[in-house]
């Protein structure tokens, strides 16, 4: 009998992608439980690593080295990721709240977003200066500044040991450089009190030899633009001022009503919040059974606690306790590659130790960049002729939605009777139904699971159907919604089915339709599709009428299909996936209205950018030829080609056009999109206007070739 997947029964939700949830999230990739369904909420596709920013800082690493990539991660977990910021947590409703979204239902929730160092007390802070942690924004912010030409005067609010390094780190940076620089740390008591009295007297010694000017029992009054002004009226000048000073937690977590302590969220020894189904760790959770000091190591060690802990909230085995250690090893970079460590008192410092944490560093990430190869579901050895050649070497990938090829579509659709109120619009994707007066047009399409996310693939799925409507200058005006859901729990459909409507229904009222009804079944995977209809005023733009001599615009870059493919083998950036993800929401219905002049157009979907300029060609009688350079294509999407990525649909997108070469760049001609962007041919009297219109609304438009009485496809040359 053939085994059905188990349903999902269960939802984990992950908040922040702090040290201790990457660390669970690569563990439960390697023994995931059944039946739990989990989902990590980031407000980037990264998550720095801090043990290894004062080398950033100091450029002895780059940004990729320490970042941590959740959406690779989170594909290793089958977890499914949200790029947002938590905003409030409802434990009575056991809901997470995140803008611009429906509320996200838990089972049982675990909060990992660290602190924040900004000092919204102090007046100035908030517009000049920027808070050590997060580490990301601090990070960019940090590598914008270094590439600024001109003199450098840096301040460093807090005289702790992360102050410190950090100072250390910026001196280096900029010596090295060659940049005129003076850095200052300014503590409003003693420097360095949290360290023995060696490693304190250690530190002074290597920050005077950087010229770091320490500024002690100094109280700051304001911030400006280019100094900072102390309680006794002097100022230092300083154009790039950071607060390094204490830890704040976040104030959403005062909203939620859980036990906190000084804000931060108080929990037991099993890391569990005053609500048993919330638990908490690394620098945001208060350890109320022993209390320790913010520190990365605590957050490390946490995880494998936290991991068996979450499974047994989720009903499976025992919950352990968490003790912390005594003490840790502290290892403080001192800015060029020297270190200084420090255990129970006794310091040794010089270029050893900076080797030493560098390999404890890059072990850590190492973690997470080699991550264990995913299994492929292994063949039966016993299986039909064909199987092989249909599976093509890899398994169905989503990027090109899982579409049939054009050929064997070419070859299948039945011819349409003649009606007198039917008009056929072959290789347009619709049909314009007339009644009476009114014309009308019909539509459909869906996609199967390309993000493990209910919301992000409702949003794609109906960006993805509303394109036909768009491409032929129509309205949008009714919808009828397809579902088909993986096997779930009763309460999970509620959820799912909740949160796939409500954002469905944002996405096609602001485009101008209703959603009128629908079908929900089960399936291996999540699937979502609308049938549309859209009203058109004059007759539709179609693929036949294009002109030679036209020009081509396009509006989205192309590239979806190799990344997708690439994300679902764990082998694409998150910051790729996270920027496709958002050009695959965007709408064309602007885009729409500024090309409604144009002679023919299409939406870019299955078929790739050459298929549809191919089917464009042939329906308006004309050949074209592109300009590959000016095709503008995703981040990422030319290296991923260039390696020899490829989505499922490529080898029969290729077959449409073989006059056309394969290699670098071209290969994203045939890459098939979700959700692409318009492709119009315009009068070229007035191509530069509309472009310049495209692009002032936000599209990162491009004219890319012309289309020509020649027939077939070139480039040019
Ligand atoms: C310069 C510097 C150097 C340091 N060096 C060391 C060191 O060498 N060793 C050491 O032990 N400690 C060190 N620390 C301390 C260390 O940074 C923290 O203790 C550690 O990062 C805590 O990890 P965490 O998992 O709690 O949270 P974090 O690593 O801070 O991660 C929190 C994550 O949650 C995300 N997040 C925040 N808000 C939200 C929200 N509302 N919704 C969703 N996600 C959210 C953040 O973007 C981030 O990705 C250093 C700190 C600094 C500033």
Request: include cysteine.
């Amino acid at each position: 009998m053939h085994a059905s997947p188990l349903p999902l029964t269960r939802d984990l939700v992950l908040i922040g992608g702090g040290h201790t949830h990457a660390l669970v999230l690569r563990k439960w990739g390697m023994a995931p439980l059944a039946g739990a369904r989990v989902t990590v909420i980031n407000p980037g596709p990264t998550a720095p690593y801090s043990g290894m920013l004062p080398g950033f800082v100091a450029g002895h690493y780059d940004r990729d080295d320490l970042d941590i990539d959740l959406v690779r991660l989170s594909r290793f977990a089958g977890a499914r990721v949200i790029i947002g910021k938590v905003e409030g947590l409802d434990p009575q409703r056991r809901e997470i709240h995140v803008p611009g979204r429906p509320p996200i239902a838990y089972d049982v929730a675990s909060i990992n977003v660290g602190i924040t160092s900004d000092m919204p007390a102090l007046p100035g802070f908030a517009d000049h200066a920027i808070p050590a942690k997060p580490l990301g924004p601090f990070a960019q912010s940090w590598a914008d500044y270094l590439a600024r030409p001109g003199p450098a005067r840096v301040a460093v609010i807090g005289g702790g040991v992360a102050g410190a390094e950090l100072a250390m780190a910026m001196a280096h940076a900029l010596r090295h450089r060659g940049r005129d620089a003076t850095v200052s740390i300014i503590d409003s008591a003693t420097a360095l009190s949290a360290l023995g009295d060696r490693a304190a007297q250690r530190l002074r010694q290597a920050l005077a030899g950087l010229d770091v000017q320490l500024i002690e029992q100094a109280e700051i009054a304001s911030l400006h633009s280019d100094h900072l002004l102390f309680s006794d009226g002097t100022k230092l000048e300083a154009d790039f001022i950071t607060g390094a000073a204490g830890a704040r937690a976040y104030g959403w977590m005062a909203q939620t009503g859980l036990n906190l302590d000084d804000g931060f969220v108080t929990v037991n020894d099993y890391l569990q919040s005053s609500d048993p189904a919330v638990f908490a760790a690394g620098d945001c959770a208060h350890l109320s059974h022993d209390p320790r000091p913010k520190a990365g190591v605590y957050a490390v060690r946490e995880a494998p606690v936290l991991y068996q802990n979450l499974r047994a909230a989720l009903g499976a085995g025992q919950m352990r306790r968490y003790q912390p250690q005594n003490d840790y090893l502290k290892l403080i970079s001192l800015g060029a590659r020297s270190a200084l460590g420090e255990r129970f008192g006794k310091v040794l410092s010089g270029p050893l130790m900076w080797r030493w944490k560098d390999h404890i560093d890059q072990s850590f990430m190492n973690r997470f960049r080699e991550l264990p190869k995913m299994k492929a579901p292994v063949l039966p050895r016993h299986h039909a002729d064909g199987m092989d050649e249909a599976l093509g070497g890899k398994p169905l990938c989503g990027g090109c939605g899982a579409k049939v090829g054009r050929l064997a579509l070419r070859d299948s659709l039945p011819a349409p009777q003649d009606r007198s109120d039917i008009t056929p619009l072959p290789g347009d994707d619709a049909a314009l139904l007339h009644t009476g007066v009114t014309r009308q047009v019909l539509t459909t399409d869906h996609l199967r699971g390309i993000t493990l996310d209910p919301v992000l693939m409702a949003r794609i799925a109906a960006h993805h159907a509303l394109g036909d409507i768009w491409a032929m200058g129509g309205t949008p005006q009714a919808a009828t919604a397809t579902l088909i859901l993986p096997r779930l729990s009763n309460e999970l459909q509620r959820r799912t089915v909740a949160e796939i409507m409500q954002t469905a229904q944002e996405v096609l009222r602001e485009a101008g339709a209703e959603i009128v009804g629908g079908h929900t079944s089960m399936g291996d995977e999540m699937t979502i599709g609308f049938t549309l209809t859209g009203l058109c005023e004059r007759d539709p733009i179609t693929l036949a009428g294009g002109q030679p001599g036209d020009a081509l615009i396009l509006t989205k870059p192309i590239g979806s299909g190799v990344i997708l493919a690439a994300e679902m083998a764990g082998e694409a950036r998150g910051e790729h996936v996270s920027e496709a993800y958002r050009l695959m929401q965007q709408s064309q219905q602007r885009a729409s209205e500024i090309l409604r002049e144009a002679h023919a157009m299409t939406d870019v979907t299955g078929f790739g950018l050459a298929g549809h300029l191919s089917g464009m060609c042939e329906m308006s009688g004309t050949g074209a030829t592109l300009d590959l350079q000016a095709v503008p294509t995703m981040p990422g999407a030319e290296s991923l080609a260039s390696n020899g990525t490829r989505s499922t649909l490529f080898i029969d997108n290729r077959a449409l056009t073989p006059e056309l070469p394969e290699g670098g760049k071209a290969a994203l001609l045939y890459d098939p999109q979700t959700a692409g962007g318009l492709l119009a041919a315009i009068a070229p009297e007035i191509a530069e206007d509309v472009l310049s219109r495209l692009q002032s609304a936000d599209y990162d438009a491009a004219l890319i070739g012309y289309l020509t009485e020649r027939l077939g496809l070139r480039l040019m040359k």
